[in-house]
């Protein structure tokens, strides 16, 4: 594999590296999910990735992108995804982390982002990570009334070869009203838990510290088994749960009601 150690070259069907989905959705809610695609620029051909870890969890969140987009439909609210693998920029991952290009997740070897430069680094940097950001809050800028601020991800059963009990994770970052306020509201069916399989101490609430920190936005960071949304009728069953604690968590009266 040849890469290029000083650039990245986004073709046409590489752009745009963000997508806004239902632009107009009368929610006061955003949606983003940062982790949504496993596309990796033709410049920088598979990253060195082996054909059986190519679409692993490694470069993206499966299921993430169908279960943020049955979201937008169901709360009629407007979403924000990745058009790039995590691989190439981790979005959710502030540039001077190391781990926002990494070169191992998990067990998994990337040697395509092995000894990246300075240079190639910052390419990245400017081509994915900031296109993204602004795409965020060129979307907020636009909303009337100050949104919840809402991202969705996904995660393996299983890590280092240790199982995963936990099936939906709410993780916050300074504010936790709102994931606590979603938690009391969780339906039985599923092992709904607080700050698994990761906690804002791992550095995975970026996204919620850039954009909703500044803007006072309640906020919540949404993390789902990957399992659980591997099919439509899992997507459907999973976002039915989801819907049900937000909608409770932003309208306490509905539940009173």
Not at 126 to 145: I, N, Q, S
Not at 183 to 202: F, H, I, K
Request: aromatic share 4%; charged share 25%; hydrophobic share 40%.
């Amino acid at each position: 594999m040849t890469e290029p150690r000083d650039q990245i070259l986004l073709s046409k069907s590489d752009l745009p590296t963000a997508d806004v989905v239902n632009r107009d959705g009368r929610a006061a809610i955003c949606l983003v999910c940062e982790h949504a695609s496993a596309s990796i620029p033709e410049a920088l051909g598979d990253l060195g990735l082996s054909e059986g870890d190519r679409f692993s969890h490694a470069v993206w969140d499966p299921g993430a992108e169908n279960l943020a987009r049955e979201l937008s439909t169901r709360l009629d609210a407007p979403l924000v995804l990745s058009r790039v693998s995590r691989l190439v920029y981790d979005c959710n991952r502030p540039p001077e982390r190391e781990d926002c290009m990494p070169s191992q997740v998990e067990k998994i070897v990337i040697p395509g982002n092995a000894g990246l430069s300075t240079e190639a680094r910052a390419a990245r940097t400017e081509a994915v990570y900031h296109p993204f950001h602004r795409t965020v809050e060129d979307l907020l800028d636009g909303f009337g009334t100050p949104p919840a601020f809402v991202t969705i991800h996904t995660f393996a059963p299983e890590w280092f070869g240790v199982p995963r009990a936990a099936e939906i994770g709410l993780l916050h970052d300074k504010d936790a009203s709102l994931a606590v306020r979603m938690l009391a509201a969780a339906r039985t069916g599923y092992r709904t838990e607080l700050n698994v399989p990761y906690s804002a101490a791992d550095g995975v609430t970026h996204t919620l510290s850039l954009h909703a920190n500044p803007r006072g936005l309640q906020n919540v960071m949404i993390e789902v088994r990957n399992d659980l949304v591997a099919d439509e009728t899992g997507v459907s069953e999973v976002a039915s749960a989801i819907e049900h604690m937000l909608r409770l968590a932003l309208n306490p009266e509905e539940d009173a009601a």
